[in-house]
């Protein structure tokens, strides 16, 4: 079975004769969280509503038609649109649709509105919603329908907090039954929190991240610092953070804080770690070198230092942070 | 004075009066619902479809709005009176003739106001049809239930038009007595004799009909939703 949910080579999309879209290549695995990061205008909308299969590409390769999308995949907008009528109404329409009798129909709606917190207003108009519970249905209907792809615009704009934990909580219930969801934001932190992936964009085009990413938990807190846990298909690892009393699920580490050296060094740096070069790509003036310390790091640095400690794949080196420079979310 | 016994006259339940509010009623309304069918239909073309000449339609539409009652009267008198090609189906002077003048009358207001109504509809809403798997004709009933307010504003916007209009009625129906005399033809007939209790009995009912009309859009409004 395919593991990929879409893959798409030199693809394209024009707005009348704008290029909204170019993507060189982009492959997205099934049954992960995936968060398209950018700014407005960076191209989210376009990207997820070509995963839905609510427009097509002008020119390029996908895996899956535009119809395949359409059929797999529920997309909710940034502003969902409401059906006039009842909460009960807008997801038993969708419900109806589906072919879904009457008696499964109560059920599943009963079920979402509970998970969405809205089942006390099953029958108040959906157009007298407040933004948030408005959002929080809008999921909900996607949800009622259990889409095997669920694709979310900018979740988290302009909501209180209660819609974005109950969402957040939404995101994770089918993250934990290995479902894929693929969702567009431009706050950080609900990004890092939900993420598996993050796919950063602007002007149209995927670049290229400035961050180290991962998942994990905290382990370890103390006055000063708290340990990191790391899970990774690489192994796992433990990374020095800022003290923090907040549950954190995510560690993000730029790649400009990492400094490499030959050796193992005495120096204020928590974090210092082992690793062979596995990946050493040129990229302007500068370089990208991906480490293998147990999970993949990634360091920037001038084509100066590639010079100077001759740097070339499967070379050992060290890799060194500060506790300060790891943020947590 | 006039005024209480145009009062009176609506009060009494006067047979007259009655007999011609109902006659203008029921031609306007059988009038409007003839060319809502079409309306819709073609409105909901405009609205959803890419031709060759779209924008020439939509032109001619709207132009048709504003074309004068007389025209359309004198347009459809001469098709149907006895030298005409439809001549021999012997429609002038008879409350048909009144049908069809106001038909056309209100045809391409419907049409192009029900265009405008659906051609506004939120991009949202068909996507979010679309992402659920809808079906092309219960997208277009959804589409037709989430801009009804709209469509019925079209629709009575035309019956507007055709219940206040007097140039189709006088030309086509010939304001015969106890046959095609219409609530407008009265008025200006009356008037014309100085004999203004009718007109204004008339008149009241008229503005009435309006005011019914429009309530109705109203509490259909607050309802929307």
Redesign the interface.
Known sequence: MDSLMIKMDDLEYFYDKNQALSINHLSIKKGITTVFLGSNGSGKTTIL?ML?G?IYPSRGVMNNTSEEL??K???V?Q???M???TVKYNID??LK??KIKKDNRIKIINNVLKQADLFHLIQR????LSGGEKQRLAIARAIS?DPENLILDEPFAHIDIKSRELIAGLIFQRAELQKTTILSTHDLTSAYRLADRIIYLEDGKIKEPEYNFFKGNISHRDDHFCSFYSQSEKGNITIFAPASEKDHKAVVIPYRDIFLTRDKIESSAQNQLSGEIVLLRKSGSQFFVTIDCGLELKAVITDLSVKKFQLKEKKKIYVNFKASAVRLY | MVFVKAVALILSMDKEVLFISMTSLSMAVTSTIIATIPALFLGTILSIKKFPGKSIVIIILNSLMAMPTVVIGLIIYSMISRSGPLGQLGLLFTPWAIIIGQSVLSFPIITSLVYSALSKV?I??T??L??????RF?KLY?IF??SRIAVLSAILSGFGRVIGEVGVSMMLGGNIRWFTRTITTTIALETSKGEFELALALGIVLIFISFTVNTLLHIGVKS??
Do not use: I
């Open positions: 509503k839905s609510l359409e059929k995949s529920v997309m907008h502003v969902p649109y059906f006039s009528g329409f969708v649709n589906k108009k959906a157009s007298e329908v | 939120d949202e809403l996507e979010t679309d992402t659920f798997g809808t079906g219960k959804m239930r989430e929307h939703g």
